[in-house]
């Protein structure tokens, strides 16, 4: 994997520091999440985030673990680093930070005070929620005398999304032979436990208050752990779990070499091409979790659930470039068994199940397309194509949100008063910002690339295709007749209420990158689209010059709502981009550049969801985001 590391100029100072986020996963939705400086920016970060009964519903628990050395002279220097909302940063253990470097997806700090250096290593579990902390005496101690360390247990038990505050009963906590239990959620376990019981107020995020919410929490101080560092090589670990309290997971230095082990086997599965190909492998399987109903996909963390248009988008990324089908099967047949009037269930996060796309579906069979053409499972083509029939019919018949082939030119419409069922789906109070309602050119051309591929899937089942054969012949010409503009690009939308939408968009891309594209590519077309919409990081969602168009995506919820597809870049994009101009004989790999150094930028390791559409293009958004790391992996590869 690519190597990432920082030493005192980016992690002792907390505006690089503080904008570069490592995150750990347990599999099951959970988390560990922070920045490289040891500052907590979001009300996400904590080292233990436990998921509930969907992947988004995760409530934060252990926060952090505030190191205090004491050292042989007497002297006390406390490594933690907070921010208050008065202003003030303290303590102030950033300062003494040597260097932060993630090592086989394992994130490492080191602190220096004098000739006394204390290293700090975090790992997951993997299966269950769980996280091991160990610090390690790398110099110091011996002749002058032990190096005495506490760690100040910060803890809380909240909705991951929200706060909790000292007006309300603190946290409960009990008392156990090498810790304490708390709320009786989750368990910490350690040397020397002494409890306290204490509220920090007003801890501030500053993330959150870049983004227009609330930025302060109060913090239980729990009690400390501790314990002495005779010589180098000693160690103080901790533990902290939820689930089964009285299952205690494996010593903490074995949580460590087991997630290395596990990542290496991960990467490995993967066959990658190069260094950048590995960490993008690894990357990836932070969003495959297991729930109990089956392996499912996170779109994106801190904050995000399963999404099935994000889910079935990232597919052969996630999946079948990893290594992943044998799960990626498993997937697909349990998502089938959400199919209702022709149509994938989107989320179930928000506490229903929702059917409220006219996309996800057709991403869905593009899914199963892929994972038949590339593994040749035509057991899992006859099982599904049945289900896959019943969406083409449900489709020209119409289904919901007035999601309907139009029997005048054999094209799926779509849209319903106050919604936005595309993948650019903002609202303002409940207000569609690109409502797109008619005919968008990318569902159309997942719609053609469809119905090829439920013709191909019954070709090799020997099944019946139904009538997907037609409708692909009909729909191909209209296509191919309808959606070229005089402008030179194709039209964003048909038939709207305002008639054809001639904005410049990167929706079109689908229509020349997929498998079964409607269309062959054009280099002068691509050329301008390339020349309007490409960034370092990907294309824009909306060309400079057009009307709405926004070049920042910052601010409180209505403003980036406002920005989040008028012209924000979605990294995710790169991959249809790519895998169209590909088809033109030019060279890809240069296209990444910009993807390649955003590893070590925001979100280490992975990619963002969003950035800027303005140079020089921040990184926004979610700093760790599914389709956005299976594209890339998918399209540097084919």
């Given at each position: 994997?690519?190597?990432?590391?920082?030493?005192?100029?980016?992690?002792?100072?907390?505006?690089?520091?503080?904008?570069?986020?490592?995150?750990?996963?347990?599999?099951?939705?959970?988390?560990?999440?922070?920045?490289?400086?040891?500052?907590?920016?979001?009300?996400?970060?904590?080292?233990?985030?436990?998921?509930?009964?969907?992947?988004a519903a995760r409530h934060a628990g252990l926060v952090a673990l505030d190191p205090t050395v004491t050292l042989a002279s007497g002297?006390?220097?406390?490594?933690?680093?907070?921010?208050?909302?008065?202003?003030?940063?303290?303590?102030r253990g950033y300062e003494l930070l040597e260097r932060f470097d993630l090592i086989e997806g394992v994130p490492r700090w080191r602190?220096?005070?004098?000739?006394?250096?204390?290293?700090?290593?975090?790992?997951?579990?993997?299966?269950?929620?769980?996280?091991?902390?160990?610090?390690?005496?790398?110099?110091?101690?011996?002749?002058?005398?032990?190096?005495?360390?506490?760690?100040?247990?910060?803890?809380?038990?909240?909705?991951?999304?929200?706060?909790?505050?000292?007006?309300?009963?603190?946290?409960?906590?009990?008392?156990?032979?090498?810790?304490?239990?708390?709320?009786?959620?989750?368990?910490?376990?350690?040397?020397?436990?002494?409890?306290?019981?204490?509220?920090?107020?007003?801890?501030?995020?500053?993330?959150?208050?870049?983004?227009?919410?609330?930025?302060?929490?109060?913090?239980?101080?729990?009690?400390?752990?501790?314990?002495?560092?005779?010589?180098?090589?000693?160690?103080?670990?901790?533990?902290?779990?939820?689930?089964?309290?009285?299952?205690?997971?494996?010593?903490?230095?074995?949580?460590?070499?087991?997630?290395?082990?596990?990542?290496?086997?991960?990467?490995?599965?993967?066959r990658p091409a190069d260094a950048v190909d590995a960490t993008l492998a690894l990357a990836a399987d932070a969003f495959v979790v297991?729930?109990?109903?089956?392996?499912?996909?996170?779109?994106?963390?801190?904050?995000?659930?399963?999404?099935?248009?994000?889910?079935?988008?990232?597919?052969?990324?996630?999946?079948?470039?990893?290594?992943?089908?044998?799960?990626?099967?498993?997937?697909?047949?349990?998502?089938?068994?959400?199919?209702?009037?022709?149509?994938?269930?989107?989320?179930?996060?928000?506490?229903?199940?929702?059917?409220?796309?006219?996309?996800?579906?057709?991403?869905?069979?593009?899914?199963?397309?892929?994972?038949?053409?590339?593994?040749?499972?035509?057991?899992?083509?006859?099982?599904?194509?049945?289900?896959?029939?019943?969406?083409?019919?449900?489709?020209?018949?119409?289904?919901?949100?007035?999601?309907?082939?139009?029997?005048?030119?054999?094209?799926?419409?779509?849209?319903?008063?106050?919604?936005?069922?595309?993948?650019?789906?903002?609202?303002?109070?409940?207000?569609?910002?690109?409502?797109?309602?008619?005919?968008?050119?990318?569902?159309?051309?997942?719609?053609?690339?469809?119905?090829?591929?439920?013709?191909?899937?019954?070709?090799?089942?020997?099944?019946?295709?139904?009538?997907?054969?037609?409708?692909?012949?009909?729909?191909?010409?209209?296509?191919?007749?309808?959606?070229?503009?005089?402008?030179?690009?194709?039209?964003?939308?048909?038939?709207?209420?305002?008639?054809?939408?001639?904005?410049?968009?990167?929706?079109?891309?689908?229509?020349?990158?997929?498998?079964?594209?409607?269309?062959?590519?054009?280099?002068?077309?691509?050329?301008?689209?390339?020349?309007?919409?490409?960034?370092?990081?990907?294309?824009?969602?909306?060309?400079?010059?057009?009307?709405?168009?926004?070049?920042?995506?910052?601010?409180?919820?209505?403003?980036?709502?406002?920005?989040?597809?008028?012209?924000?870049?979605?990294?995710?994009?790169?991959?249809?981009?790519?895998?169209?101009?590909?088809?033109?004989?030019?060279?890809?790999?240069?296209?990444?550049?910009?993807?390649?150094?955003?590893?070590?930028?925001?979100?280490?390791?992975?990619?963002?969801?969003?950035?800027?559409?303005?140079?020089?293009?921040?990184?926004?958004?979610?700093?760790?985001?599914?389709?956005?790391?299976?594209?890339?992996?998918?399209?540097?590869?084919?």
């Amino acid at each position: 994997m690519i190597e990432i590391g920082f030493g005192p100029q980016v992690v002792g100072d907390l505006t690089t520091g503080g904008s570069r986020e490592w995150l750990l996963t347990d599999g099951c939705g959970g988390y560990a999440m922070g920045t490289v400086s040891g500052l907590r920016t979001r009300r996400y970060h904590a080292l233990l985030v436990v998921a509930g009964h969907t992947p988004a519903a995760r409530h934060a628990g252990l926060v952090a673990l505030d190191p205090t050395v004491t050292l042989a002279s007497g002297a006390q220097v406390r490594l933690g680093t907070h921010e208050w909302a008065s202003g003030a940063v303290d303590p102030r253990g950033y300062e003494l930070l040597e260097r932060f470097d993630l090592i086989e997806g394992v994130p490492r700090w080191r602190w220096r005070i004098g000739d006394t250096v204390l290293e700090r290593e975090i790992a997951m579990t993997h299966g269950r929620p769980g996280v091991a902390v160990i610090h390690r005496l790398l110099a110091g101690g011996g002749p002058g005398g032990a190096v005495k360390l506490s760690l100040d247990a910060l803890c809380t038990w909240r909705d991951a999304h929200g706060e909790r505050y000292a007006d309300g009963p603190p946290p409960r906590v009990i008392p156990t032979a090498d810790g304490a239990t708390v709320e009786q959620a989750y368990r910490l376990a350690g040397p020397g436990w002494t409890p306290t019981g204490q509220w920090w107020r007003d801890a501030h995020h500053r993330e959150e208050a870049e983004r227009g919410l609330h930025p302060q929490e109060d913090l239980w101080h729990a009690g400390r752990f501790g314990g002495s560092l005779e010589s180098p090589g000693d160690t103080l670990e901790v533990l902290a779990w939820a689930g089964d309290l009285d299952d205690r997971p494996a010593p903490a230095a074995t949580v460590v070499d087991r997630a290395r082990e596990r990542h290496r086997v991960v990467v490995a599965a993967a066959r990658p091409a190069d260094a950048v190909d590995a960490t993008l492998a690894l990357a990836a399987d932070a969003f495959v979790v297991r729930t109990s109903a089956g392996p499912d996909v996170v779109a994106g963390y801190p904050w995000f659930g399963a999404w099935s248009r994000d889910t079935m988008t990232s597919y052969e990324g996630l999946f079948l470039c990893t290594g992943r089908a044998d799960e990626g099967r498993e997937l697909l047949r349990a998502y089938a068994a959400t199919l209702s009037e022709g149509m994938l269930a989107n989320t179930a996060d928000t506490g229903s199940v929702e059917y409220n796309t006219c996309d996800a579906t057709l991403w869905f069979l593009h899914a199963v397309d892929r994972h038949v053409t590339l593994t040749g499972d035509t057991d899992l083509a006859a099982e599904l194509l049945p289900a896959l029939r019943g969406v083409v019919d449900a489709h020209l018949a119409g289904t919901r949100y007035g999601i309907r082939v139009d029997p005048a030119d054999g094209l799926v419409t779509q849209g319903a008063a106050g919604e936005a069922l595309t993948w650019m789906d903002a609202r303002i109070y409940g207000v569609p910002v690109t409502p797109r309602l008619g005919k968008p050119v990318e569902v159309n051309a997942l719609w053609v690339n469809g119905l090829a591929g439920v013709t191909e899937l019954a070709r090799r089942t020997g099944q019946d295709a139904g009538a997907a054969p037609a409708a692909l012949t009909r729909a191909l010409d209209s296509f191919r007749l309808r959606y070229p503009a005089p402008t030179g690009w194709l039209y964003d939308v048909l038939d709207g209420p305002g008639g054809n939408d001639l904005a410049l968009r990167p929706n079109q891309l689908l229509a020349w990158s997929l498998p079964h594209a409607p269309l062959d590519p054009d280099p002068a077309v691509l050329g301008s689209i390339g020349a309007a919409l490409m960034t370092p990081l990907g294309p824009r969602s909306l060309a400079p010059g057009s009307a709405g168009y926004e070049p920042r995506h910052h601010g409180g919820p209505a403003q980036r709502d406002a920005a989040y597809h008028q012209g924000t870049v979605w990294p995710w994009l790169i991959g249809p981009y790519a895998s169209a101009v590909k088809r033109v004989g030019t060279e890809i790999h240069v296209l990444f550049g910009g993807i390649e150094s955003h590893l070590r930028e925001f979100g280490l390791a992975s990619v963002s969801e969003t950035a800027d559409g303005l140079a020089p293009h921040v990184a926004t958004g979610c700093p760790f985001q599914a389709w956005s790391v299976a594209e890339a992996l998918r399209a540097r590869r084919f």
